[in-house]
């Protein structure tokens, strides 16, 4: 099994079987005092082990005024990012559909909007990878090289080739008018999602703050994980964007774990 990662970071023997976890990682989209004593602000990239532990915070440099949008967590040394504003990072002018990459301290333009075949209006607030052609969706309806796009479609991209529809929203029982704020696509094929507003998904209650699981061939979702059950101070968060950490670590699981 793999856990997750959001825009936000953190002897008796007894034979009990042992499973590997990837840490969740996430961003947030206000300021979050966590029950763990950490500040969790809006524009750093939060790792947890287990249930409410931060394993790190990664702070990629931005200024207080920056919000990130989407990510795709590579390591502790990558991050893949978009970012809610346009703005200036240093010598760059970043539109909120360019695509940038943090790595080791140096923020460098991955691919921009216009190159994805965005409208200038569009942003990107959901990605991930799969290999190497990037997994996103779009904060607006646009159309993208000719073809229609909903706000909670996933298109991909990789170099030399043109944006193209991957999964239509309907796939995964998402309302039409729900947002799709975050997204990951885990080694199952199946998509990790959170929305930006509470909505059923599948037939499937999500709340802010929820992480679901679509499988696409079944075309079934369920809850993943639910970090407002971290405590009140999660109450009203919602998620800005979810990764997943290729750094395993190692639980023991016993009778009282799913």
Not at 39 to 54: L, M, P, S, Y
Not at 91 to 110: E, F, H, M, R, Y
Not at 142 to 147: L, M, S, W
Request: aromatic share 6%; net charge negative; proline share 2%.
């Amino acid at each position: 099994m793999k856990r997750i990662i959001i825009t936000g970071l953190f002897t008796s023997t007894i034979l009990v079987p042992i499973i590997a976890f990837a840490q969740d990682v996430i961003s947030t989209d206000i300021l979050v005092d966590n029950s763990t004593g950490s500040i969790i602000e809006d524009q750093v990239v939060v790792a947890f082990n287990g249930v409410n532990t931060v394993a790190n915070i990664t702070s990629l440099g931005l200024p207080s005024s920056a919000d990130i949008a989407a990510l795709h967590y590579v390591d502790t040394t990558t991050i893949l990012f978009t970012l809610k504003s346009a703005g200036q990072l240093g010598p760059i002018a970043v539109g909120t559909s360019d695509v940038l990459q943090w790595k080791d301290g140096d923020i460098t333009s991955i691919v921009t909007g216009a190159e994805l075949g965005l409208g200038p209006a569009t942003g990107i607030d959901a990605l991930t990878k799969n290999g190497d052609a990037l997994v996103f969706s779009i904060d607006i309806a646009d159309t993208v090289n000719g073809i229609s796009i909903s706000h909670s479609d996933l298109l991909t991209w990789s170099t030399g080739s043109s944006a193209t529809l991957l999964l239509e929203e309907n796939v995964c029982g998402i309302p039409h008018e729900t947002d799709l704020s975050g997204v990951h696509l885990m080694n199952t094929g199946h998509y990790l999602m959170t929305f930006s507003s509470s909505a059923e998904v599948g037939g499937v209650l999500s709340r802010r703050g929820d992480i679901m699981e679509c499988d696409p061939n079944t075309k079934t979702v369920t809850l993943y994980r639910r970090f407002s059950d971290l405590g009140d101070n999660w109450a009203s968060v919602s998620l800005d964007a979810i990764s997943q950490s290729a750094d395993d670590f190692i639980i023991f699981k016993n009778g009282f774990e799913n």
